[in-house]
């Protein structure tokens, strides 16, 4: 279904993806990248994740993963493995009850630590790091975007039927 999305949203073999997620849908995504009909295919630079269990799924080598997990949110640790420490993955956790600003504070619960938009002011707050994790990963997003001033967003919802 992933794969006729893709080709249905008209990604092209040699076009660089960016795949990025929320919550538990990290790990279809994480599965799809990992799929060696998908890897034979397309060309999926990086997998952006946000408060995703992925830690027990193998990604293949250069393929950039950055994997943003809150202290206070039990979704990532879902899997019962921790995220490998590799070259390629990068596992930024913040731990919201230290933040600055309050609404992180505010957020720093089970419940409240997992909705997205906390999420985006954690990825927010990596901009401009100079961490070589988080470059190599800003540099696998660069190719992805190769200066665009504007990207192509694409959603589809997957329905499930009875048979």
Do not use: C, K, W
């Not at 006729?4 to 849908?25: K, T, Y």
């Not at 790091?129 to 696998?140: H, I, K, L, R």
Request: charged share 20%.
């Amino acid at each position: 279904v992933v794969e006729q999305a893709m080709r249905a949203a008209g990604i092209r073999p040699d076009e660089p993806v960016l795949v990025v997620v929320h919550s538990q849908g990290g790990l279809v995504a994480a599965r799809v990248v990992a799929d060696p009909a998908i890897q034979s295919h397309y060309d999926v630079a990086a997998v952006l994740t946000a408060g995703s269990p992925i830690g027990g799924i193998d990604l293949p080598d250069g393929v950039q993963v950055m994997s943003l997990e809150h202290s206070q949110d039990a979704v990532p640790a879902l899997d019962g493995r921790p995220n490998p420490d590799t070259p390629f993955r990068t596992t930024v956790e913040r731990d919201l009850s230290r933040s600055a600003d309050p609404r992180d504070r505010a957020a720093a619960s089970p419940f409240g630590a997992h909705p997205l938009s906390v999420y985006e002011r954690t990825a927010r707050g990596l901009e401009g790091s100079d961490d070589p994790s988080v470059q190599g990963f800003t540099a696998a997003l660069d190719r992805v975007l190769a200066g665009a001033v504007s990207a192509r967003t694409t959603i589809f919802q997957g329905v499930r039927t009875a048979r």
